[in-house]
């Protein structure tokens, strides 16, 4: 019995070896192709909060372009969409620009608050000054382009923030550094045709955007037609107030939103913000004056 027991051991140890030998490769062999890491694919756009700061010193460069995301992260839209709105809509156009603008673009944080005057009737909204509005993009421009880039482009969801805009993009020119910026009140003729009501905020347009963006943030059995006469000033919950009437804080007929026509828009609207940004990279830069 014993014997029988040793021989079984033998055995049993012989076939493990057999079978250790024939999973281990011998010095000749190479690994399979499967077992290479293979590299990670080559990334577009870098975004820059991600970098240490060594390594976004050999990014940020003469030759970049540095794209800046801003929207409003408390600001109202209606009653049937939130208050980052604005936030959302840059945060996913970011993306859009990561995923698809050349290696020499970095995408810098977004920021969140700006001029938005129209607003401040209704609760949650918020504005800077537009002294301080012009001064945040015009620090932080000057702060990114002390380590070598001369080329900005501000990735911009709002009308009131033209302002202010326009006045950092003047400032710097002097100082021999291009700002641009999306111009949302600029034709577009997808706009056009899918459009069927008037308004600019809160809209048909606005909303159709963010039933494609973000559906989940869109409350569409709280949307109301509301597009009463305009008036110069901001929006006013008081019939009698100075400037343009609105109950709901919208101005215009979201009811009339569907994804369709967002997804239209959106489209175009990242067409022309990619071309914004490599007519950018071609443009000269401004002599210091």
């Not at 999973?23 to 240490?52: D, F, G, H, M, R």
């Not at 609760?123 to 301080?132: A, H, K, N």
Request: proline share 8%; hydrophobic share 40%; aromatic share 6%.
């Amino acid at each position: 019995m014993t014997v029988i027991k040793q021989r079984s051991r033998c055995w049993i140890s012989f076939f493990l070896f057999l079978v250790g030998a024939a999973v281990q490769p011998t010095s000749a062999q190479s690994p399979t192709n499967s077992a290479i890491p293979k590299p990670p694919p080559a990334s577009s756009a870098i975004l820059l909060e991600t970098l240490s700061w060594d390594e976004a010193e050999r990014v940020l460069t003469p030759g970049t372009v540095v794209v800046i995301a801003l929207g409003a992260e408390s600001k109202e839209h209606g009653r049937h969409l939130q208050l980052n709105n604005d936030f959302l809509m840059a945060e996913y156009l970011k993306k859009r620009v990561l995923g698809s603008a050349p290696q020499n673009t970095v995408v810098a944080p977004t920021i969140n608050y700006s001029f938005y005057p129209a607003f401040l009737e209704y609760p949650g909204s918020t504005s800077l000054s537009m002294e301080t509005a012009r001064a945040m993009i015009t620090d932080v421009i000057h702060s990114l382009a002390h380590y070598g880039p001369r080329r900005f482009y501000i990735l911009n969801t709002g009308i009131s923030t033209l302002r202010p805009l326009a006045q950092a993009a003047a400032d710097l020119d002097k100082e021999g550094i291009l700002l641009r910026y999306t111009d949302l009140t600029k034709d577009d003729p997808v706009e056009k045709k899918v459009r069927q009501s008037g308004g600019t905020h809160a809209d048909e347009i606005e909303t159709s955007m963010m039933l494609y963006i973000a559906p989940e943030t869109v409350r569409m059995k709280k949307a109301a037609r509301d597009l009463h006469p305009n008036q110069p000033g901001g929006l006013t919950r008081d019939p009698q107030g100075k400037g343009t009437y609105s109950p709901t804080g919208a101005w215009g007929d979201p009811t009339l939103a569907t994804r369709e026509k967002g997804q239209a828009v959106v489209e175009s609207l990242v067409v022309t913000i990619l071309k914004d940004i490599e007519d950018l990279r071609q443009v000269a830069l401004p002599a210091p004056k």
